[in-house]
């Protein structure tokens, strides 16, 4: 059996296309706020379960995804739906999405970056961190902000397979492999 990622790479690089396509009214980011909330819906058990129930019409769920949704489904989307119940692919939503955000983000030349602190940081520290990261890993950031207290003290940064780890518990950790040697 294929890997879901390999499954899912065709039709995240073909909904992008569509989205790159897209009209101002319904933008890239309008399709990434909606395949994002799409691959949440879909990775709920209780939807998987009513998605693989044989009883369930291919027309009923679409419409429980779209009643599901926040966001207004397009024409496009709502193809898109369909055509995934029509093939068995629903399930591929998550990671879809996920590989969605990433073409979305190669193309404005972005990263997701996940900053785990030990300490709540306010909206000013939070800037200044990112501006400096932006210039260490030379493109724009995307944060998501976390708290760790077990980190004692500085902030891990996660960007791609990049990982930047200035926490007191790296720095202790570090400090007993070096005694320990």
């Given at each position: 059996m294929a890997e879901n990622a390999?499954?899912?790479?065709?039709?995240?690089?073909?909904?992008?296309?569509?989205?790159?396509?897209?009209?101002?009214?319904?933008?890239?980011?309008?399709?990434?706020?909606?395949?994002?909330?799409?691959?949440?819906?879909?990775?709920?058990?209780?939807?998987?379960?009513?998605?693989?129930?044989?009883?369930?019409?291919?027309?009923d769920i679409v419409a429980a995804?779209?009643?599901?949704?926040?966001?207004?489904?397009?024409?496009?989307?709502?193809?898109?739906?369909?055509?995934?119940?029509?093939?068995?692919?629903?399930?591929?939503?998550?990671?879809?999405?996920?590989?969605?955000?990433?073409?979305?983000?190669?193309?404005?030349?972005?990263?997701?970056?996940?900053?785990?602190?030990?300490?709540?940081?306010?909206?000013?520290?939070?800037?200044?961190?990112?501006?400096?990261?932006?210039?260490?890993?030379?493109?724009?950031?995307?944060?998501?902000?976390?708290?760790?207290?077990?980190?004692?003290?500085?902030?891990?940064?996660?960007?791609?397979?990049?990982?930047?780890?200035?926490?007191?518990?790296?720095?202790?950790?570090?400090?007993?492999?070096?005694?320990?040697?």
């Open positions: 390999t499954v899912a790479r065709p039709y995240a690089e073909a909904l992008f296309r569509v989205a790159q396509a897209g009209k101002e009214s319904f933008n890239l980011a309008a399709w990434a706020e909606l395949v994002a909330e799409l691959a949440q819906i879909a990775s709920h058990p209780e939807v998987q379960a009513f998605a693989r129930n044989p009883k369930a019409s291919d027309s995804f779209k009643a599901l949704v926040k966001t207004p489904v397009n024409t496009e989307a709502s193809n898109f739906l369909t055509m995934l119940v029509e093939n068995g692919r629903i399930s591929l939503l998550p990671e879809i999405g996920t590989q969605f955000l990433a073409l979305k983000n190669a193309a404005e030349g972005a990263a997701d970056a996940e900053i785990t602190s030990a300490f709540e940081l306010d909206a000013a520290q939070v800037s200044t961190l990112i501006a400096t990261l932006e210039k260490k890993f030379s493109r724009k950031l995307n944060p998501v902000v976390t708290v760790d207290p077990a980190l004692i003290g500085g902030v891990r940064v996660v960007v791609g397979d990049e990982v930047l780890d200035t926490s007191v518990r790296a720095k202790l950790q570090q400090m007993r492999v070096a005694l320990v040697a």
